[in-house]
């Protein structure tokens, strides 16, 4: 039995209830009890007080695209250390991509994952099926029993789909299930061998460039395929401004696509890989400047819907090779927040977009499948991630509860800190310089 | 002469404006041409000028570092690279073991940088490492106490030959400065052209490079801080107008299959150096190849062994300024 | 930092005069005679010794330079690393008398290192040693042939020795100097 906890004197900002306050937050079992100022209604009973004075108090974030490795890659992520991961990085659901070993294209392998999280994980996992059997790009997985068993979307993502007629097939079949197809975008032909970024970056270093292009030329193709079929569409990870261009056009003629765009794509370029930083190495590629103010004004113009991680684990010594032989891939969960807030700091990006952008957004996609998410409305679970927009800290891996330490952020301050995580009233994160008062109302 | 009163003679020889600045050279590993000022180019050259005068003696080798070891680690085969560095070493006295990664790290279970560790701990004290894939040097670098020399790292750069070919440059051109290059081929796979770029740039050269497009790396058309400027001129007669000197590039037979070519013909048609187009370039224009040279493929056999090819003096300058640049990263007490 | 000037400019000349007549009186014949500078200050007080030679005795006496650094035994306990500047004999050094030439013999180490440079380049008839100033405290047996001038000096003290075509000046100073962490070999 969970004390009901009382969140007094923060800043409360969900943007699904166009809730932007200073107040309190009661928490009781599990739910949401009541925004109120002042608890007078809770006087009778034990609770816990955390202190959020100077911090904000949102809906738990949700990840829509990230990778916990578990089964086949377990030395990489599992889904306990993922869940952790999350919980740490203020997130109180993540989805998780299916390019596992085996592939998450049948209901065994989604129930697998199902049963895992639950007895495993702290919050909440929500598994994507593949669109492909087996992910090959070759023939249809059972999309309908990967509904049934509990899939939220279905994916290829670490391949693009390359077959355009088998992609319109698997848009045009998903339309019986109102799910997003989510496509990995890239043209494999022009991004073979490619590192980085095709530029004057790759150039210097010598090494093979991946040209946005590549991106874009899919990008074009899959808004093509949806405008035709009609189906929902959702493009993964995109990072050029040409990108961003394609889907505003494609959203201003109605085509149902929904995209997102990661933490790193939106801080960090290229020039990042100067020094062959392996931590750097991630596909799609860190970009230019130029693509990042264009990611920018997507996000708040809208044309971009949501932030999500894509986090990437792999081990130390996946990541202790040449450049040309290292895994690509950023592990992003518990710097998430903290590189997002210096786009707020830089006044580029309001609290208040950045939130829904993790928060209501997302759970939009995600729709009630699984109850109403991104949200702090009253009776409904109380998933509340609680940050200090202010604090500064120094990343440091070894503190990471992901196994991915893989991270180009490693040693670096950011402003921005996570302080509680809190999922089905249960506090499953909180930084050591957060204490729960008990307020007894016994003797 | 000691220490201190050493301390003081570079001092004094600063002042009296004979290098430009001190200390000159505190580098612990040679891994690119892209951060040398030109006063640490200038004492590899000047260094380079003694070792020289070691190779014109009867008995070329000197007691320098004698008891230290040196280890070629190569995972591309080079005869010529590789027996250029065992006989600098060799020359100064310093022991020597040749190793193909082959034996070693490219099965998996090794890693690069376990290899070298284990080098070390056998008592390395100077690697040189040539490597298939751009970068690799730096992660070996950043995990090592040995020195690192490149000795060429994929597409990236190969800082051994752009000094050399600066060298052999300056003892028929006397200056670099103001002197017009043109590189003549695959400069989008070249570690050559790049770090000859370089090079060539900090002394003060213009450098053009002529290729077909589908040769010529991203973004070098824009003008910006992280790569040096060079003019780009796809015709080769253009390319080679006034040129002071020419430098022609291997071409691997690889580009075609890869769909880079249409075929090595149309390439030879369009981009081989033959005497008249040489006689494009100044009267006393020198050509350079860094070699081996393709024959009748990226250079004509009347050129390559023609007058005004030093492509020879090239092969004996390698060992010069590799023992140069031995010399310089062995010596001083800097860990 | 005390400055004393042991020799001035005037000094130095006639010292170097005296050692000039004194290789001359030593040697039956300078037919097979070579100076041979110890760079760098080594170079140029060579150069006068051979015009001072040409100057008594009409005869033309060969002069080169001579780079040991490569000889060095302290290559790796020093900060700096030497700039190695060229060795240039213009005749061959086999069965030659050669006089190696240079500003101050300390320790011996660097001629020591001299020599041996000289023997890879050839088999000298003989070798011998003149120096500016020899201010003691040799750590190898080597002595010099021809001493312009004795000035024994404590370990603290440092010898300079500057000469116009390198410094600007002619001027021999003894400087007062705190001991120093690295391996201080001072003088030949």
């Known amino acids: ?443 | 002469m000691g220490g201190v009163r050493q301390k003081d003679k570079l001092a004094r020889e600063v002042k009296s404006g004979m290098l430009e600045t001190t200390p000159i050279w505190c580098r612990h590993h040679i891994l690119d041409l892209d951060d040398f000022t030109p006063a640490e180019i200038e004492l590899v050259l000047e260094t380079t000028d003694a070792m020289k005068e070691v190779l014109s003696r009867s008995i070329k080798k000197v007691p320098t570092l004698r008891g230290k070891t040196v280890i070629t680690l190569f995972n591309e085969s080079s005869t010529r690279t590789r027996s250029s560095f065992e006989l600098a070493a060799k020359n100064l006295s310093a022991d020597v073991i040749n190793l193909s990664a082959q034996a070693s790290s490219a099965v998996k279970g090794e890693s690069l940088v376990d290899t070298l560790r284990t080098f070390e701990a056998l008592g390395a004290d100077i690697v040189v490492m040539r490597h298939s894939h751009s970068g690799a040097p730096y992660i070996a670098a950043r995990h090592m106490q040995a020195n690192m020399i490149n000795a060429g790292d994929g597409w990236h750069a190969h800082p051994t030959q752009a000094l050399l070919d600066l060298y052999t440059i300056r003892e028929h051109k006397i200056s670099i400065k103001g002197l017009k290059v043109t590189i003549i081929g695959d400069i989008k796979h070249s570690r050559v052209a790049r770090s000859n770029i370089w090079g060539l740039t900090a002394m003060g050269a213009e450098v053009s490079v002529c290729c077909p497009f589908t040769l010529l790396p991203a973004g070098l058309d824009i003008v910006g801080h992280h790569f040096p400027r060079v003019h780009i001129e796809p015709e080769i007669e253009l390319a080679l107008r006034g040129a002071d000197v020419v430098m022609t590039l291997r071409l691997q037979h690889e580009r075609q299959q890869s769909g880079l070519l249409p075929s090595i013909r149309e390439y030879v048609k369009l981009y081989q150096l033959t005497e008249a187009r040489l006689a494009q370039a100044k009267a006393d224009a020198i050509v350079l190849h860094p070699g081996p040279v393709n024959e009748d493929i990226e250079i004509s056999l009347a050129v390559a062994q023609g007058p005004k090819s030093v492509i020879n003096e090239q092969i004996t300058n390698g060992v010069a300024v590799r023992m140069a640049l031995l010399y310089l990263l062995a010596g001083g007490n800097r860990r | 930092m005390a400055n004393k000037v042991i020799m001035t400019a005037a000094d130095i000349r006639r010292t170097l005069a005296r050692i000039a007549h004194e290789i001359i009186e030593s040697h039956k014949s300078t037919e097979h005679l070579i100076l041979i500078g110890m760079r760098t200050r080594g170079v140029p007080l060579a150069k006068r010794l051979a015009a001072n030679i040409e100057r008594f005795e009409g005869a033309l006496i060969p002069v080169g330079a001579l780079d040991f650094s490569l000889y060095r035994d302290d290559l790796f306990s020093l900060d700096l690393q030497p700039i190695v500047k060229s060795t240039d004999i213009p005749i061959g050094v086999s069965d030659r008398v050669i006089v190696l030439v240079d500003d101050v013999l300390y320790t011996g180490r660097s001629a020591r290192a001299a020599m041996d440079a000289l023997i890879d380049l050839g088999r000298p008839q003989a070798i011998q040693l003149a120096v500016l100033i020899d201010r003691g405290h040799r750590e190898l047996p080597i002595r010099a042939d021809y001493i312009g001038k004795n000035m024994p000096s404590a370990r603290d003290e440092e010898i300079q020795v500057h000469l116009k075509e390198v410094d600007g000046t002619d001027e021999v100073a003894i400087i007062f100097r705190p001991p120093v962490k690295e391996e201080n070999h001072g003088g030949s």
């Open chain 1, 1 to 443: 039995m969970i004390r009901p906890l009382l969140i007094k004197g923060g800043r409360i900002i969900s943007p699904i209830q166009g809730v932007d306050e200073t107040n309190d937050l009661i928490i009781s079992d599990g739910k949401i009890l009541e925004l109120s100022n002042g608890q007078a209604g809770l006087s009778s009973s034990d609770y816990d007080v955390l202190n959020a004075e100077g911090l904000i108090v949102c809906p738990g974030f949700i990840d829509f695209h990230c990778h916990l490795r578990e089964p086949g890659f377990e030395e990489k992520e599992t889904i306990s250390s993922g869940n952790q991961a999350a919980a740490r990085g203020g997130f109180t659901t993540i989805c998780c991509m299916p390019n596992t070993s085996p592939p998450l294209d049948n209901r065994a392998a989604i129930d697998y994952i199902k049963k895992v999280a639950a007895t495993e994980g702290v919050i909440r996992t929500l598994p994507i099926g593949c669109i492909s059997r087996g992910r090959e790009g070759k023939e249809l997985a059972e999309m309908g029993e990967l509904v049934q068993a509990g899939a939220i979307a279905f994916s290829d993502d670490g391949q693009p789909l390359r077959n355009s007629r088998l992609m319109r097939q698997a848009m045009e079949y998903s339309l019986a299930f109102s799910l997003p197809i989510i496509d990995h975008c890239e043209d494999t032909t022009l991004s073979e061998d490619g590192l980085m970024n095709e530029g004057i970056i790759a150039t210097r270093l010598g090494l093979c460039g991946i040209p946005a292009a590549a991106e874009e030329s899919i990008v074009a193709r899959d808004l093509a395929l949806a405008h035709l079929t009609g189906a929902q569409l959702h493009i993964a990870h995109i990072t050029t401004e040409g990108s961003v261009e394609l889907i505003r056009r494609a959203k201003e003629k109605g085509v149902r696509v929904t995209t997102e765009v990661t933490p790193h794509h939106l801080t960090l370029t290229e020039e990042k890989v100067i020094g062959y930083d392996t931590n750097a190495k991630v596909n799609p590629p860190l970009r230019t400047r130029r693509d990042i103010i264009a990611l920018v004004q997507g996000l708040k113009e809208g044309v971009i819907d949501i932030i999500a991680t894509d986090h990437a684990p792999h081990t130390e010594n996946d990541k202790l090779s040449e450049f040309a032989t290292a895994p690509f891939g950023i592990s992003g969960l518990e710097t998430a927040l903290g590189s997002l807030m210096s786009l707020v700091h830089a006044g580029e990006l309001t609290l208040a977009i950045l939130i829904a952008k993790l928060t209501s957004e997302p759970a939009k996609i995600i729709g009630n499948k699984y109850g109403k998410l991104g949200t702090l409305g009253v009776d409904t679970s109380a998933e509340v991630t609680i940050f200090d927009p202010n604090k500064e800290w120094i990343v440091d891996t070894s503190d990471f509860a992901s196994k991915g330490k893989n991270t180009p952020l490693n040693g670096k301050k950011l402003k921005g800190k996570v302080m509680a995580t809190i999922y089905q009233g249960k506090l499953v994160y909180k930084d050591s310089s957060i204490t729960l008062k008990g307020e007894q109302r016994k003797a």
